[in-house]
C-alpha cells in the first residue's frame, strides 16, 4: 500500500486531531496509507521545549523516510507563502528522491494569487513593495517548489487524484 505523509500547517488547526483523520480517511478511499505529522504523540515525559521540538522533528522525518511520496497543503499560511515547515519537508523529501505531490486552493499563478489577495506586498509593475522582482514564470508557487511537484488547484482530494495518476 502506498504510504503519503501528508504535509501543511494543518497541524497547527484547532481541530488538527480530527483533520488528520480525515484526511488519512480521504487516503483510505484511495488505496493509500496517510502518514500524518500528529499520528506521532510526544512523550509526556519530555517536558522541555527543545526537547520536545526536536523530538517532533526526528519524528517526522522518519515519517517522511518512511513514506513512498508526499502531500503538502500549500495554501498561503501567516502571510502569501506555504508554511516555511512545510516548505522543509517538501526539501527534505525530493533530496530523498520522493515523488512530491500538493495542492493549493487558490487559482491563478503567484503573481495573481499576490495581486488578488495581499496586494499590499505589490510595489512598480514586476516587484513587490519593497523593490524585489517577482517570479514571472507563471507558475503556481516560486519554482523550486512548482517544478519538482505535481500541484492540483483545489484541495487534498484533487491531489490524491494525481498521486493516483501518478502510481499507475
Known amino acids: 500500500m502506498l504510504k503519503i505523509y501528508l504535509a501543511g500547517p494543518d497541524v497547527f488547526r484547532p481541530d488538527a486531531m480530527e483533520h488528520g483523520a480525515r484526511?488519512?480517511?480521504l487516503c483510505a478511499e484511495f488505496g493509500f496509507h496517510g502518514l500524518y505529522p500528529l499520528d506521532c504523540a510526544v512523550p509526556e515525559?519530555?517536558?522541555?521545549?527543545?526537547?520536545?521540538?526536536?523530538?517532533?522533528?526526528q519524528a517526522n522525518i522518519a515519517l517522511i523516510a518512511e513514506a513512498d511520496c508526499?502531500?503538502?497543503n500549500l495554501d498561503a499560511f501567516r502571510g502569501s507563502e506555504p508554511d516555511s515547515g512545510t516548505?522543509?519537508?517538501l526539501g527534505y523529501a525530493a533530496a530523498l528522491g520522493k515523488?512530491?505531490?500538493?495542492?493549493?486552493?487558490?487559482?491563478?499563478?503567484y503573481a495573481e494569487r499576490l495581486r488578488r489577495e495581499h496586494p499590499e506586498w505589490l510595489g512598480e509593475a514586476g516587484h513587490d513593495r519593497d523593490g524585489n522582482a517577482l517570479e514571472a514564470f507563471g507558475l503556481s508557487h516560486n519554482l523550486m517548489l512548482a517544478v519538482p511537484a505535481r500541484i492540483a488547484i483545489g484541495g487534498p482530494r484533487e491531489a490524491l487524484e494525481l498521486i493516483t495518476v501518478g502510481w499507475r
Not at 45 to 57: C, L, Q
Not at 99 to 109: F, K, S
Request: hydrophobic letters at 40%; glycine letters at 12%; proline letters at 3%.
Open 23 to 25: 484526511l488519512k480517511a
Open 45 to 57: 515525559e519530555i517536558a522541555d521545549g527543545h526537547e520536545r521540538a526536536r523530538w517532533i522533528y
Open 70 to 72: 508526499l502531500l503538502a
Open 87 to 89: 516548505c522543509f519537508e
Open 99 to 109: 515523488p512530491l505531490y500538493g495542492y493549493v486552493g487558490a487559482t491563478g499563478d
